[in-house]
């Protein structure tokens, strides 16, 4: 079964360090993507860094970057620098290929970043 | 440029109505799709289209139909409402692939009461 965990409902992180936000996925397929989302308490889904299955370098996009481990199934998002506006909640997401080109979402991890 | 516009951004329906949540896209996407959000399970998909006239279900669809007359167009409707489809409500577009941005409405919080 194809399936996205983020087994941290909930963390904290004090301004200005870097935090990271867990992910681990199941899929037999071999090729894939990986998604992080923020869903800021106004309620939008903003994209935030995409990896494909067959990147060989972890991709970046300004503070974010994307830990890719694949033979540990692994996903991570490391944040830099955390700023106020950080806090929100994050969804790791995957897409496989399939006719769907659905995205499968895990349960999401809120973050709060502390002055 | 509009992005993906969904209305109504708030709806309070009682137990047995029926409801449409609109979505349109302007980028000329030729894969929409419409997701629940519920607390502590993530997204999940209820119906998709990969373009104009052709849809399916996805993993969630009981008591949602779609339809797709318009490449623009992706209205997600409610038969008979029932309090278990209280959720927040997503419309996403995206092009066809595996490295493609998906692109988000601002979300409907519906109520069934």
């Keep these: 079964a194809q399936k996205i965990t983020q087994t941290q409902p909930g963390m904290f992180v004090q301004e200005k360090e870097a935090v990271t936000l867990d992910c681990?996925?199941?899929t037999s397929d071999q090729s894939y993507g990986l998604f992080w989302y923020k869903q800021p308490s106004s309620g939008e889904m903003i994209f935030l860094i995409y990896q494909g299955?067959?990147?060989?370098?972890?991709a970046t996009e300004g503070r974010y970057s994307l830990n890719f481990q694949k033979a540990r199934k692994s996903a991570n998002l490391v944040i830099s620098a955390s700023q106020l506006g950080d806090s929100a909640m994050y969804f790791c997401a995957m897409r496989v290929m399939d006719s769907s080109y659905k995205l499968i979402f895990g349960s999401g991890t809120r973050l709060l970043v502390r002055p | 440029n509009a992005g993906v516009t969904q209305t109504p951004k708030f709806q309070v329906l009682k137990t047995g109505q029926s409801m449409t949540l609109q979505c349109a896209q302007?980028?000329?996407?030729e894969y929409m799709s419409w997701y629940r959000q519920d607390p502590g399970m993530g997204l999940r998909l209820i119906h998709y289209s990969v373009g104009a006239g052709i849809t399916d279900q996805g993993e969630v669809p009981n008591g949602y139909n779609v339809s797709r007359s318009t490449t623009e167009d992706f209205?997600?409707?409610?038969?008979?409402?029932a309090p278990s489809q209280t959720s927040v409500y997503f419309c996403a577009s995206s092009w066809a692939g595996m490295n493609t941005e998906a692109f988000f409405g601002q979300g409907t919080r519906l109520t069934v009461v």
């Design chain 2, 26 to 29: 302007d980028m000329n996407h």
């Design chain 1, 53 to 58: 299955s067959y990147d060989e370098q972890n």
């Design chain 1, 24 to 26: 681990t996925y199941d």
């Design chain 2, 75 to 81: 209205p997600l409707r409610l038969l008979s409402a």
